[in-house]
């Protein structure tokens, strides 16, 4: 695999990129609806669905990792290892829920542009949550394993 860039000693323009994608979401939300209907209704109602879910795996992913916590991929060097809560579905809770919610918001606003938008999130999040798995690795050598047993991004899916 190749080697995934930095992006500053703790990660940052991961976070600046994040923040950026971020935005664009929010900005596109007003784009809809593209739809109307009863396809409407049915995407809003999926959607609420989605947003729901994602944001509460947003929260449970922050209350687990507690004083573990840093907007940064790179780790805290004093850490440990979570793998119990939200990390017992996915490794990377707090990025994956973030996508999902923003998928739900998309099909709320019946935007595709903010679905779009969301997508570059995830793809965003898996390349970031790479970076910072090899990070984990160097800093907890149970990672690995723990890695090998656990879904990315998405519960069940990815």
Do not use: C
Request: net charge positive; charged share 20%; no cysteine.
């Amino acid at each position: 695999m190749a080697r995934l860039p930095d992006l500053g000693p703790r990660g940052e323009g991961y976070v600046a990129l994040q923040a950026a994608i971020t935005l664009v979401i929010l900005a596109t939300v007003p784009l809809g609806p593209a739809w109307a209907g009863s396809a409407r209704l049915a995407a809003a109602v999926l959607g609420f669905v989605l947003a729901a879910g994602g944001g509460w795996l947003v929260l449970r992913g922050i209350v687990d990792l507690r004083e573990n916590l840093t907007p940064w991929p790179r780790p805290r060097e004093v850490s440990r290892l979570v793998d119990g809560g939200a990390y017992r579905l996915v490794r990377h809770p707090i990025y994956g829920g973030q996508v999902i919610g923003a998928v739900g918001l998309g099909l709320i606003a019946a935007s595709p542009a903010t679905i779009l938008a969301a997508l570059g999130l995830g793809v965003l999040f898996d390349v970031k949550s790479r970076r910072e798995e090899a990070w984990l690795i160097e800093r907890h050598p149970d990672y690995a394993a723990y890695r090998a047993r656990t879904r990315r991004l998405i519960p069940w899916l990815y």
